[in-house]
């Protein structure tokens, strides 16, 4: 098989492309990757120089490029995304631009030269919030986006969504929940607090830190997409989460207990605009009909990704913001 993976040097994208490549060595992947600051090379070092991997940069909005690599390709992974919800609401622009627009210029391109699969990454944050009595998200809730960065994403779900129901193109979609491991921009809030505290500096917490996330880790989350490419039925939506709803609060002094440090370090800054209060999701779908479900534990994710900072220094640094 050949895949066409988008935005394949970010973080999703790279684990992706480094666990396909080493489950399935036959076949082909073409990384096509913008390598806005979010994208980067060296997450893909190992990988660079093998046969049966190539990379382009590129625009996922220049329909020109697109008709020259989707023909050779069978299966389109899209993860390519502006996904800092901080940015989005600072400027919204490249966010319409790159998740909307440029998801409708994949689409059509898939469209003309009749690709195979177009599996779309999302997000669960497309679903808005939750309160403490609220039933997790499901691939059957209402969408309620509440930033720019998640309308966007809900946009573009839309446009995937309605190129099945009206072109019969063969799409697949996943909604994760939030990623955390190896090769996250250090702006991310996990990365963030572990290389501020190698750096021995405070960590900074919305409000009370009383916000809820689930935690997905990354290698959890690919082998998600990989089950929904080989099990997943066409013009379904599947949500992968970790089960691991985790109130900011608790998280960081998870961090700082397993990097034994104090909550000293803990400095508790104005809180996001808008701030979605938790985002919870339900897995039930795709454990019954993909048979998949998370399989690290939160800890043992957590502390794997703290020693991979520790020892990839080098890689932060000079990402760090």
């Known amino acids: 098989m050949k895949l066409l993976i988008t935005g394949g040097a970010g973080f999703i994208g790279s684990n992706f492309i480094r666990y396909w490549l080493k489950k399935y060595p036959e076949d082909i992947i073409i990384n096509l990757d913008k390598l806005t600051y979010a994208g980067n090379l060296d997450n893909l070092k190992e990988i660079e120089n093998s046969s049966n991997y190539s990379f382009v940069q590129g625009d996922i909005c220049d329909e020109k490029l697109l008709d020259k690599l989707i023909p050779s390709v069978d299966t389109v992974v899209h993860l390519a995304a502006e996904s800092h919800v901080d940015r ?42 939750l309160s403490l009595e609220d039933n997790p998200f499901s691939e059957t809730s209402p969408y309620d986006p509440r930033s720019p960065y998640s309308a966007s994403k809900a946009g573009s779900d839309h446009l995937v969504r309605s190129y099945f129901h009206t072109h019969g193109l063969p799409i697949t979609i996943s909604n994760c929940s939030n990623n955390f491991g190896p090769y996250q921009h250090p702006e991310k809030l996990i990365p963030r607090f572990i290389s501020n505290l190698l750096l021995n500096k405070k960590v900074p917490v919305y409000g009370q830190g009383l916000n809820i996330r689930d935690w997905l880790h990354v290698s959890d989350h690919v082998k998600g997409i990989e089950a929904v490419l080989n099990k997943g039925k066409l013009g379904e939506t599947y949500c992968l989460g970790g089960n691991s709803e985790k109130n900011n609060l608790e998280l960081t002094k998870n961090i700082l207990t397993l990097m034994n440090k104090s909550e000293d370090y803990i400095e508790y800054v104005d809180d996001r605009l808008g701030h979605d209060f938790r985002y919870a999701i339900s897995c039930e779908k795709a454990s019954k009909e993909l048979f998949w479900q998370a399989k690290i534990s939160f800890i043992d994710a957590l502390l794997d990704t703290i020693n991979w900072y520790k020892e990839n220094r080098s890689w932060w640094e000079k990402l760090k913001i």
């Not at 631009?97 to 409708?104: L, P």
């Not at 391109?109 to 808005?128: I, N, P, Y």
Request: include cysteine; aromatic fraction near 10%.
């Open 88 to 129: 989005s609401i600072l400027n919204s622009f490249d966010f319409v631009k790159t998740n909307v627009e440029g998801t409708r210029s994949l689409l059509d391109a898939c469209l003309r030269h009749k690709v195979s699969r177009f599996h779309h990454v999302s997000t669960d944050e497309v679903f808005g919030s």
